[in-house]
């Protein structure tokens, strides 16, 4: 069934659109809620000015991002964590930690949802971090996980036994 969506539904269409969807989806979900009607004339000019004003509020939102996604462009953040005697962390570090750091780091506040991590880091070193603010605009940001004080002796311990290693395979 060919529908006129009057609202974003996250997955299937954006405000305005006009999508083809299964007859079930649409009898039993979206017409009743009032989410897409049938794609008549009236509900044709309905949707493309909602579209328009749903175009205008998004440019608001993505200006209003861009000003604060150029603040944290580029930046690189430092973690600490405490290690193990294996050299992974003791827990992990998630997108709260991060946004936290942010946070302290910028003054720019988070939430811990537009930090996109796909799984929590449980390991030391830099990586790559998205935060995403709209659909449209986001930034990288270099997150660095260090140990901490009581877990330094451990990591130079570790990195001078993979030293004394590494020329003996070398060696072979």
Known sequence: MKVVF???VEGT??????????????????????IAGPTTKENLQRANAIAQRE????EKLDAEARAIAQKLENLAVSIEARVGETGRLFGSVTNRDIAAAIEQ????QLEHQQVL???????LGPRTVEIKFTRNVSVEITVDVVPDEASRPIVEKLMAERAAAAPEAAAD
């Open 13 to 34: 269409a954006q405000a305005g659109e006009i999508k083809e969807v299964k007859n079930g989806f649409a009898r039993n979900y979206l017409l009743p809620r009032g």
């Open 55 to 58: 175009a205008r509020r998004q």
């Open 105 to 108: 780091a910028t003054g720019v």
């Open 117 to 123: 991590l796909h799984e929590p880091l449980r390991e």
């Open 6 to 8: 009057f609202e974003d």
